[in-house]
T-cell receptor, first 114, second 112 residues
């Protein structure tokens, strides 16, 4: 059973297009995250949701809009894609409420904007 | 600003040798975690050490934490080719229960 899954795994698209990435976790966690990993492997948090409520928004452009329909899902919609959006996007989940939480990552979505 | 900085950026060793990676951070933390990322995959949690702990072991992994120096080290003993991966430290700071800040990672190559 896949703990954190993302779709699609690969996404190749033209500049200016709008695209969505979906994430689902079956771990019963209450917190989900989106990270962006650039070509130098630097991993930076973008958003975090706890119980469907946005709690972290790390100065991400408005073109990025996360949506959490329920605790098990966190989707990422990107409008007007730019070349600089090319990266690997990782979804992760954890159980909030303590110092001992660790994060479980999905396999990543490789986005290439042409 | 970058919280965790791993050192070295890349490390190449022979199978059976030990590998040591270091991580430095800037602000006070609640805990520090190490993750592994195999090529083309997501990150996998390896070990967590709390700010009031100094050393922790898990199998062939040994993590130390020196809060006075704001640094941590990850030691992998008796390395195997399957240990080839990127290793990241991540810190969780006080008052920020939901946010992990990752370093840039150390690429470890274990040659058979």
């Amino acid at each position: 059973d896949t703990a954190v899954s993302q779709t699609p795994k690969y996404l190749v698209t033209q500049m200016g297009n709008d695209k969505s990435i979906k994430c689902e976790q079956n771990l019963g966690h209450d917190t989900m995250y989106w990270y962006k990993q650039d070509s130098k492997k630097f991993l930076k948090i973008m958003f975090s949701y706890n119980n469907k409520e946005l709690i972290i928004n790390e100065t991400v452009p408005n073109r990025f809009s996360p949506k959490s329909p329920d605790k098990a899902h966190l989707n990422l919609h990107i409008n007007s894609l730019e070349l600089g959006d090319s990266a690997v996007y990782f979804c992760a989940s954890s159980m909030a409420g303590g110092n001992l939480e660790t994060q479980y990552f999905g396999p990543g979505t490789r986005l290439l904007v042409l | 600003s970058q919280q965790g900085e791993e050192d070295p950026q890349a490390l190449s060793i022979q199978e059976g040798e030990n590998a040591t990676m270091n991580c430095s951070y800037k602000t006070s933390i609640n805990n520090l975690q190490w993750y592994r990322q195999n090529s083309g995959r997501g990150l996998v949690h390896l070990i967590l050490i709390r700010s009031n702990e100094r050393e922790k072991h898990s199998g062939r992994l040994r993590v130390t934490l020196d809060t006075s120096k704001k640094s941590s080290s990850l030691l992998i003993t008796a390395s195997r080719a399957a240990d080839t991966a990127s290793y990241f430290c991540a810190t969780r700071s006080g008052g920020s229960n939901y946010k992990l800040t990752f370093g840039k990672g150390t690429l470890l190559t274990v040659n058979p």
